[in-house]
């Protein structure tokens, strides 16, 4: 089950990014799917390919741009 703040939060990320030229590939809203049941409250990224999300319970997701567009659960040591 996906996020729908996820959704949106990484939608307006990327299409700033295209904004600024960062990426060109399409601008508008990117949907993804994080795999996750936890409820997803934010996203933060330096980069296309450096992105962030957190949730309930310490969740921590990251994006590393890979093509197929999954995201990778990382430790949380305070949860």
Request: charged share 15%; glycine share 12%.
């Amino acid at each position: 089950m996906t996020s729908n703040l996820l959704k949106k939060s990484i939608g307006i990320f990327l299409c700033a990014l295209s904004s600024i030229g960062a990426i060109n590939a399409r601008a508008g809203w990117t949907p993804m799917e994080s795999d996750t049941t936890f409820e997803l409250r934010g996203v933060w990224g330096s980069s296309a390919t450096d992105i962030f999300a957190v949730g309930v319970d310490g969740i921590i997701l990251h994006y590393d741009g890979n093509p197929e567009g999954t995201w990778s659960a990382m430790e949380n040591e305070s949860s």
